[in-house]
């Protein structure tokens, strides 16, 4: 299984983005992807998960804030970040858990596949 991020950019606080992850390799659905974001010089953060049936969680960072999706016919992950704030730079990095798992896990250890990430500044 192979991710891919994109849309990443530099924006002004307020503006919204919206992140894609596409996935190839194996063409199957995977049962829980998941959005990380790394800011420099800090441990990577949970944002957001989405599982097949498109039920999601949140991480406290975008609550309110983003939404998370998918498009499984086009076996690919959106995150849509609105009201986006500076504190919200950062490396966004797709993830996919292994595919017999099935329930969401918030933590970077849950996910064997990962994106190579995609970078957003926020400036104030």
């Known amino acids: 299984v192979q991710l891919q991020a994109s849309g990443g950019g530099l924006v002004q606080a307020g503006d919204s983005l919206r992140l894609s992850c596409a996935t190839s390799g194996r063409a199957v659905n995977i049962p829980v992807m998941a959005w990380f974001r790394q800011a420099a010089g800090k441990e990577r953060e949970f944002v957001a998960a989405i599982s097949h049936t498109s039920s999601t969680v949140y991480g406290n960072s975008g609550q309110g804030r983003y939404i998370i999706s998918r498009d499984n016919a086009k076996n690919t992950m959106y995150l849509q970040m609105n009201s986006l704030k500076p504190e919200d730079t950062a490396v966004y990095y797709c993830?996919?858990?292994?595919?017999?798992?099935?329930?969401?896990?918030?933590?970077?250890?849950?996910?064997?596949?990962w994106g190579q990430g995609t970078q957003v500044t926020v400036s104030s």
């Open positions: 993830a996919a858990r292994d595919l017999s798992l099935t329930v969401i896990h918030r933590t970077s250890r849950g996910y064997r596949y």
